[in-house]
């Protein structure tokens, strides 16, 4: 049975045309770019090739942009960076919707005398931009607010954010990881002083992500090493896999507009033919601010873990923010900052989309899943209580 | 993904004995939507009083829906005095093990049971004098206390993955940590062989090191093991408890009742003569 892989959110399939850009920086091309012979030499080319390839994406310089292993590294950077440039400074402000990369980092560096502010969100997902504004203090060294929600795909106005911080003089970075190579960025017209993001979200492999710094951004090194990365992460460059980013971005650019328009279309019948066949169930983030390949659904009264197994038996591959699938016993932390009741936070499925998604997956999702969440709900006591009372009434 | 054996797998996939029995002679509705688990159990005795048929409901993770499954077979034609012996390890093992953060599952299995045959019988369904210590799953003392009992528990990671008590907020694992270390000195054979001198005085020096000596340090004293003879444990008190005046009613009141907890009912502290 071929694989519906519907869970892009969580890593997405290596593009052919990355494999074969990287396989020959594996075998022959295996030079160190900082040697002088011109056997490595020509490997640094490559590399500035791809620099630029990942800038272009973005609309960055080159010289804005630093390869780190994952987005995980560049939000570890990005933070502990701007507070050792602000050593005075002892706040960090961020969202309770973050990903753990960010979330976690802050809990840890509360745990080390700094103080962090995590901004609620409104039901829908979105911000409160008040209560940034009320939040920033002379204090505050950094606000970090990711670009495009994981869970959700609830999208943040971070351009308007990064405005707010700066009207402050406080430094704004961005955990962009699930915004690129989805919606279109530009550096050049916002104020957005850091940005992460990583390749195996948009194609290329695990194991490469990118942090962008604003050109006169301070910036201390998190990997101290050797002078790559113009001395801004030590450590030799992982060549095959920045030069399969490089073409990854490469082709994210050029996909920007199908994300846009059948990758949104698709996940929009998805969702419009599931709400419609399956009652109880609802769509979980704003709809209009949202990423066109996300769509995060609840389904009342079961559980997430029954049927993303149950899906499984297809070889359909979602994911979920129930409890049983999280390991920690509590739905997800965003379903909950969103105050979405428990019994439609256990029964959340994300599905997200690629462009290597046909017509025809869909289909199938919308054919296989009523069926599953009605043998769910026969089994759940929740579910006979509330069809009886929706009977007498 | 969770490793989750065959048997578990299979259980999920094709549940036994889904539903709710008619005219049932006992039932019993266990945890709740917000926990993430909820099993309604229900089951009728035949003219032996054996247990002729056996149902369930659930909401839960697929090891939840395994383990009614398994537990509604279990007891097929047991006596309901059997089947008040059916433990949640037992449950467990019919499936082949469940993986350490699905135990609770089990558990749930065995509570529902236990309140059914209590529903048949007419015993009281909530234990009386039991206090909630989990706020978040709503978690009682006496839960945990049996979950260390029967399982032989020695974290409190090992508590929440049975009763799930701790793993929300987190907040009650100072709770959890006591429960657990009464429990375990309750264990503890109280008519036990008698302790040679040796292994006393190692206890002793044990239990000074790891549970008095740490509290004292906080103030800024200390405690030193000068002698053991027979039941009489002389100590000198050495920093700021040199100097204290309360330091006799530290002795008695928090060194003494830890050693007579830790290591034997029968001993009495002396501070060495100065």
Known sequence: MKTVYLDNNATTQVAPEVLEAMLPYFSELYGNPSSMHSFGGQVARKLREARGQVASLIGASPDEIIFTSCGTESDNAAIRSALATHPERRHIVTSRVEHPAIKSLGANLAGQGHRVTELAVEKNGLLDMEALVASLTPDTAVVSLMWANNETGVVFPVEKAAEIAHEKGILFHTDAVQAVGKMPIDMKKNAI????????????????????????????????????????????ENTPSIIGLGKACELAARHLETENTAVRNLRDKLETELLARIPRSRVNGDTKERLPNTTNISFEHVEGEGILLLMNEYNICASSGSACTSGSLQPSHVLRAMGVPFTMAHGSIRFSLSVYNTEAEIDFVIEKLPPIIERLRSMSPYWTSVAGSCATT | MWEYTDKVKEHFLNPRNVGEVENPDGIAEVGSIACGDALKFSFKLDENKRIKEAKFKTFGCASAIASSSALTEMIKGMTLEEAAKVTNKDIAEYLGGLPDEKMHCSVMGQEALEKAIENYRGAPAKETGAKIVCECFGVTDREIERAIRENDLTTVEEVTNYTKAGGGCGNCKDAIQEIIDRVRAEAKPSGAPKLTNIQKIRKIEEALEKEIRPSLRHDGGDIELIDVIGNRVIVAVRGACASCKASDITLKHFVEAKLRDLVSPDLNIEEVAP
């Open chain 1, 193 to 236: 002083d850091m940005l992460s993001f990583s390749g195996h979200k948009l194609h290329a492999p695990k194991g490469i992500g990118v942090l962008y710094v604003r050109k006169g951004t301070r910036f201390s090194p998190f990997l101290i090493g050797g002078h790559q990365e113009k001395g801004r992460r030590g450590g030799t």
